[in-house]
Protein backbone atom coordinates (compact mmCIF):
# COMPACT_ATOMS: atom_id res chain seq x y z
CA UNK A 1 0.00 0.00 0.00
CA UNK A 2 1.39 3.44 -0.59
CA UNK A 3 1.95 6.11 1.60
CA UNK A 4 3.27 9.22 1.87
CA UNK A 5 5.28 11.14 4.84
CA UNK A 6 6.05 15.07 4.50
CA UNK A 7 9.25 15.33 7.09
CA UNK A 8 8.15 19.11 8.76
CA UNK A 9 4.59 20.08 9.51
CA UNK A 10 5.77 23.75 9.76
CA UNK A 11 8.46 25.79 7.77
CA UNK A 12 9.51 29.29 9.06
CA UNK A 13 11.42 30.98 6.69
CA UNK A 14 12.04 34.73 5.57
CA UNK A 15 11.32 36.35 2.64
CA UNK A 16 13.09 35.80 -0.35
CA UNK A 17 14.97 33.29 1.35
CA UNK A 18 14.99 29.64 -0.37
CA UNK A 19 13.09 27.15 0.93
CA UNK A 20 12.60 23.14 0.61
CA UNK A 21 9.71 20.77 1.84
CA UNK A 22 10.12 17.16 2.03
CA UNK A 23 8.42 14.54 0.96
CA UNK A 24 8.84 10.77 1.05
CA UNK A 25 6.90 7.77 0.01
CA UNK A 26 6.33 4.14 -0.18
CA UNK A 27 5.23 2.12 -2.84
CA UNK A 28 6.21 -1.15 -4.51
CA UNK A 29 5.13 -0.23 -7.89
CA UNK A 30 4.99 2.53 -10.43
CA UNK A 31 3.88 5.80 -8.38
CA UNK A 32 2.55 9.26 -9.99
CA UNK A 33 3.97 11.99 -7.55
CA UNK A 34 1.65 15.58 -7.08
CA UNK A 35 2.52 18.63 -5.14
CA UNK A 36 -0.55 20.73 -4.05
CA UNK A 37 -0.82 23.94 -2.41
CA UNK A 38 -4.01 24.84 -0.15
CA UNK A 39 -4.81 29.01 0.89
CA UNK A 40 -6.83 29.07 4.27
CA UNK A 41 -10.34 28.37 2.92
CA UNK A 42 -9.99 26.99 -0.47
CA UNK A 43 -9.83 23.67 -2.27
CA UNK A 44 -6.04 22.18 -3.43
CA UNK A 45 -4.57 23.79 -6.42
CA UNK A 46 -1.91 21.60 -8.44
CA UNK A 47 1.56 23.52 -8.12
CA UNK A 48 2.95 20.67 -10.74
CA UNK A 49 3.51 16.33 -11.13
CA UNK A 50 5.92 13.75 -11.75
CA UNK A 51 4.59 11.37 -14.59
CA UNK A 52 7.25 10.37 -16.42
CA UNK A 53 10.77 11.68 -17.88
CA UNK A 54 13.20 14.42 -16.76
CA UNK A 55 13.12 13.70 -12.71
CA UNK A 56 13.21 17.63 -12.12
CA UNK A 57 10.00 19.21 -12.69
CA UNK A 58 8.82 22.83 -12.80
CA UNK A 59 5.53 23.84 -11.69
CA UNK A 60 3.92 27.39 -11.25
CA UNK A 61 4.65 30.24 -9.23
CA UNK A 62 8.45 29.44 -9.38
CA UNK A 63 8.22 25.70 -7.89
CA UNK A 64 9.85 22.88 -8.70
CA UNK A 65 10.36 19.30 -7.17
CA UNK A 66 13.01 16.50 -7.89
CA UNK A 67 11.84 12.62 -8.18
CA UNK A 68 14.71 10.77 -6.72
CA UNK A 69 13.22 6.99 -7.44
CA UNK A 70 16.37 5.50 -5.21
CA UNK A 71 15.61 7.60 -1.92
CA UNK A 72 11.59 7.72 -2.90
CA UNK A 73 11.50 10.92 -1.96
CA UNK A 74 9.68 14.17 -4.12
CA UNK A 75 11.02 17.40 -2.78
CA UNK A 76 9.55 20.54 -3.46
CA UNK A 77 11.98 23.60 -3.37
CA UNK A 78 12.09 27.26 -4.79
CA UNK A 79 14.95 29.33 -4.69
CA UNK A 80 13.27 32.95 -3.59
CA UNK A 81 9.87 32.75 -1.45
CA UNK A 82 7.73 35.48 -1.70
CA UNK A 83 4.65 36.40 1.47
CA UNK A 84 2.02 35.36 -0.43
CA UNK A 85 3.49 31.49 -0.79
CA UNK A 86 2.40 31.70 3.14
CA UNK A 87 0.32 28.41 2.35
CA UNK A 88 -0.37 24.39 3.52
CA UNK A 89 1.62 22.13 1.05
CA UNK A 90 0.49 18.55 0.25
CA UNK A 91 2.70 16.24 -1.57
CA UNK A 92 0.37 12.93 -2.71
CA UNK A 93 0.94 9.77 -4.29
CA UNK A 94 -0.73 7.33 -6.98
CA UNK A 95 -0.16 4.16 -7.85
CA UNK A 96 -1.28 2.17 -11.02
CA UNK A 97 -2.25 -0.54 -8.79
CA UNK A 98 -4.35 1.41 -6.47
CA UNK A 99 -7.25 2.84 -8.68
CA UNK A 100 -7.75 6.24 -9.08
CA UNK A 101 -7.08 7.07 -5.44
CA UNK A 102 -4.90 9.97 -4.09
CA UNK A 103 -2.94 9.52 -0.73
CA UNK A 104 -1.83 12.39 0.86
CA UNK A 105 0.76 13.30 3.24
CA UNK A 106 -0.44 15.19 6.59
CA UNK A 107 0.71 18.38 4.91
CA UNK A 108 3.34 21.43 5.93
CA UNK A 109 2.65 24.85 6.61
CA UNK A 110 4.81 27.16 5.15
CA UNK A 111 5.04 30.55 6.80
CA UNK A 112 6.79 33.57 5.10
CA UNK A 113 7.75 36.38 7.57
CA UNK A 114 8.67 39.39 6.41
CA UNK B 1 -13.91 26.13 -17.71
CA UNK B 2 -15.12 27.00 -15.02
CA UNK B 3 -13.60 24.59 -12.53
CA UNK B 4 -15.29 22.25 -9.90
CA UNK B 5 -17.85 23.96 -7.71
CA UNK B 6 -19.56 22.93 -4.25
CA UNK B 7 -22.60 23.83 -2.20
CA UNK B 8 -22.87 24.70 0.17
CA UNK B 9 -19.38 26.15 1.39
CA UNK B 10 -20.38 25.92 4.81
CA UNK B 11 -23.08 23.74 6.44
CA UNK B 12 -23.61 24.06 10.52
CA UNK B 13 -26.16 20.88 11.35
CA UNK B 14 -26.80 19.38 15.01
CA UNK B 15 -25.88 16.35 15.28
CA UNK B 16 -28.46 13.65 14.80
CA UNK B 17 -29.44 15.51 11.38
CA UNK B 18 -28.73 14.64 7.72
CA UNK B 19 -26.68 16.55 5.52
CA UNK B 20 -26.31 16.54 1.75
CA UNK B 21 -23.16 17.83 -0.21
CA UNK B 22 -23.59 18.59 -4.19
CA UNK B 23 -20.60 18.77 -6.22
CA UNK B 24 -21.00 19.86 -10.18
CA UNK B 25 -17.41 18.66 -12.01
CA UNK B 26 -15.21 19.94 -15.01
CA UNK B 27 -17.80 19.42 -17.59
CA UNK B 28 -15.91 17.08 -19.74
CA UNK B 29 -14.76 15.09 -16.85
CA UNK B 30 -15.73 11.29 -16.24
CA UNK B 31 -14.29 10.70 -13.27
CA UNK B 32 -15.44 12.15 -9.98
CA UNK B 33 -13.80 11.78 -6.43
CA UNK B 34 -14.89 12.67 -2.54
CA UNK B 35 -12.27 13.14 -0.28
CA UNK B 36 -12.56 14.76 3.46
CA UNK B 37 -9.79 16.54 5.62
CA UNK B 38 -10.11 17.20 9.14
CA UNK B 39 -8.20 20.17 10.72
CA UNK B 40 -4.21 19.45 10.45
CA UNK B 41 -4.55 16.83 8.28
CA UNK B 42 -4.02 15.34 4.17
CA UNK B 43 -7.03 14.67 3.08
CA UNK B 44 -8.62 11.23 2.38
CA UNK B 45 -10.04 9.27 0.12
CA UNK B 46 -13.95 8.52 0.78
CA UNK B 47 -15.35 7.23 -3.18
CA UNK B 48 -14.99 7.68 -6.69
CA UNK B 49 -17.56 7.49 -9.83
CA UNK B 50 -16.54 7.10 -13.64
CA UNK B 51 -19.56 8.06 -15.06
CA UNK B 52 -22.51 7.24 -12.83
CA UNK B 53 -20.80 4.01 -11.49
CA UNK B 54 -19.43 3.93 -8.51
CA UNK B 55 -16.10 2.15 -8.44
CA UNK B 56 -14.57 2.35 -4.71
CA UNK B 57 -15.30 2.90 -1.50
CA UNK B 58 -13.06 3.45 1.55
CA UNK B 59 -13.31 1.92 4.62
CA UNK B 60 -13.94 5.93 5.94
CA UNK B 61 -17.09 5.54 4.09
CA UNK B 62 -19.65 4.03 6.60
CA UNK B 63 -22.92 2.88 6.73
CA UNK B 64 -24.52 6.46 7.42
CA UNK B 65 -22.42 8.29 4.20
CA UNK B 66 -23.80 7.63 0.68
CA UNK B 67 -22.73 8.97 -2.51
CA UNK B 68 -24.77 9.14 -5.95
CA UNK B 69 -23.89 10.67 -9.82
CA UNK B 70 -27.61 9.57 -11.21
CA UNK B 71 -26.45 10.84 -14.73
CA UNK B 72 -22.87 10.94 -14.53
CA UNK B 73 -22.66 14.66 -14.17
CA UNK B 74 -23.18 16.55 -10.66
CA UNK B 75 -22.53 14.03 -7.42
CA UNK B 76 -24.37 14.39 -3.65
CA UNK B 77 -22.51 13.40 -0.55
CA UNK B 78 -25.13 12.77 2.39
CA UNK B 79 -24.66 11.62 5.53
CA UNK B 80 -27.51 10.67 7.75
CA UNK B 81 -27.53 10.88 11.56
CA UNK B 82 -24.29 13.15 11.67
CA UNK B 83 -21.80 12.83 14.51
CA UNK B 84 -19.79 15.31 16.16
CA UNK B 85 -16.75 13.78 14.29
CA UNK B 86 -18.13 14.11 10.66
CA UNK B 87 -17.18 17.88 11.02
CA UNK B 88 -15.11 18.18 8.67
CA UNK B 89 -14.20 19.76 5.08
CA UNK B 90 -15.31 17.57 2.62
CA UNK B 91 -13.48 18.22 -0.63
CA UNK B 92 -14.39 17.28 -4.42
CA UNK B 93 -12.05 16.65 -7.48
CA UNK B 94 -13.25 15.30 -11.32
CA UNK B 95 -10.23 14.20 -13.81
CA UNK B 96 -10.35 12.17 -16.82
CA UNK B 97 -10.37 8.37 -16.91
CA UNK B 98 -6.92 7.15 -15.96
CA UNK B 99 -4.75 6.62 -12.82
CA UNK B 100 -2.52 9.02 -13.82
CA UNK B 101 -4.72 12.02 -15.03
CA UNK B 102 -4.53 15.32 -12.59
CA UNK B 103 -7.45 15.54 -10.18
CA UNK B 104 -8.99 19.09 -9.80
CA UNK B 105 -10.28 19.96 -6.18
CA UNK B 106 -13.40 22.28 -5.75
CA UNK B 107 -13.11 24.72 -2.88
CA UNK B 108 -14.58 22.43 -0.71
CA UNK B 109 -17.56 21.91 1.45
CA UNK B 110 -16.91 22.98 5.74
CA UNK B 111 -19.02 20.83 7.98
CA UNK B 112 -19.68 21.91 11.53
CA UNK B 113 -21.79 19.47 13.61
CA UNK B 114 -22.66 20.64 16.78
Known amino acids: AQSVTQLDSQVPVFEEAPVELRCNYS??????LFWYVQYPNQGLQLLLKYLSGSTLVKGINGFEAEFNKSQTSFHLRKPSVHISDTAEYFCAVTEETSGSRLTFGEGTQLTVNP | DTGVSQDPRHKITKRGQNVTFRCDPI?????LYWYRQTLGQGPEFLTYFQNEAQLEKSRLLSDRFSAERPKGSFSTLEIQRTEQGDSAMYLC????????????FGPGTRLLVL
Open chain 2, 93 to 104: ASSYEGWQETQY
Open chain 2, 27 to 31: SEHNR
Open chain 1, 27 to 32: SSVSVY
